[in-house]
């Protein structure tokens, strides 16, 4: 068992894969010689070749319906786009095609595609390489959206989407590529889709989060803890669908509920808890649900970005303020 990055997960589970099942391939730009960007599937032409490790023009709007045509002939093909804010120009081929093909199809077809983006902000990037376009995704009929918030995570969730046979949006927070090692054993182990992961128990609050904000909360919560407040963490994971039970379960033990989010506040992933709270969870509630977001406009250039970003102090002033409503 080897202790790895996020990003070296990445690679593990996409090379995993490639040798169980020679119907996995991988494309985008650079991704070859290159081994991508964040050097995510380096190593991996050198394995398998050019036939299944595909260097891609500039064109998302081409690598989106290249994976398409691929995986409707019986293919898995795993898509990378350098950054989140390049797969606008795929969005088409993904939301009126990938997403739509078995009901198109009446289930004659379908598409098990992967479709990978760095994502969020906290590198310092350039406009168009930090957006949070997680509800964008979810709000589309047909895909599913999953976002890892560590490298054992990112393994088994990652292996969990190629082999399912509708298509993956597969965001992985760039942020904390590198930032924390964990041991993983490749030993092929999916994870399971569509449920949240409940990272620590509380009765007094649940946090929920996804990405790369787990690790500020997490933190948050061992400091609370060590005041007597036990906080119950919740890493969301599968972004949609949506696992409401487990925080349906998590509020009506606490009675209090703070989510924490990158992406901009406005019909958001967690404006959509927020309102499932209220329509289902009301009794249960004893204080009002809070949102800590990214604020409604472009992340900013690294001077301002840490200020869009929800801080330490921002979650912290959150979790007060619902901890001590009466």
């Not at 787990?214 to 949506?242: M, R, W």
Request: aromatic share 6%; with cysteine.
């Amino acid at each position: 068992m080897a202790e790895i990055t996020l990003v070296e997960a990445i690679t593990l589970a996409l090379a995993h894969e490639m040798k169980q099942d020679k119907d996995v391939v991988v494309l985008g730009e650079d991704i070859g010689a290159n081994g991508g960007v964040f050097r995510a599937t380096d190593g991996l032409l050198e394995t398998y070749g050019p036939e299944r490790v595909l260097d891609t023009p500039l064109a998302e709007a081409m690598i989106a319906g290249l994976s398409i045509g691929m995986a409707a002939q019986g293919m898995k093909p795993v898509a990378e786009f350098q950054f989140e804010g390049f797969i606008y120009p795929a969005m088409n081929q993904i939301c009126n095609h990938a997403a739509r093909i078995r009901n198109r199809t009446r289930g004659r077809l379908s598409c098990p595609a992967v479709f990978r983006a760095p994502w969020g902000g906290g590198i310092h990037a350039p406009e168009h390489h930090s957006d949070s376009p997680e509800a964008l995704f979810a709000h589309t009929p047909g895909l599913r959206v999953v976002i890892p918030s560590s490298p054992a995570r990112a393994y088994g969730l990652l292996l969990a989407s190629i082999r399912d046979p509708d298509p993956v949006i597969f965001f992985e927070p760039k942020r904390i590529y590198r930032l924390v090692k964990q041991n993983v054993e490749d030993n092929g182990e999916a994870l399971p889709l569509d449920r949240a992961f409940v990272l620590s128990e509380g009765d007094d609050l649940t946090l929920v989060t996804w990405g790369a904000l787990v690790h500020e909360c997490s933190a948050i919560v061992n400091a609370y803890h060590k005041q007597g407040v036990n906080i119950e963490l919740i890493d969301l994971a599968t972004i949609s669908p949506i696992d409401f039970d487990t925080i349906a379960e998590s509020v009506a033990k606490t009675g209090r509920c703070v989510i924490v989010q990158e992406a901009p506040q406005t019909c958001s992933v967690g404006s959509e808890i927020a309102a499932c709270l209220a329509e289902q969870c009301l009794t249960d509630l004893e204080a009002p649900v809070v949102r800590v977001s990214g604020y409604d406009t472009v992340m900013p250039f690294l001077k301002l970005e840490k200020s869009y970003l929800p801080s330490v102090d921002r979650i912290k002033a959150s979790i007060d303020e619902v901890l001590e409503y009466a």
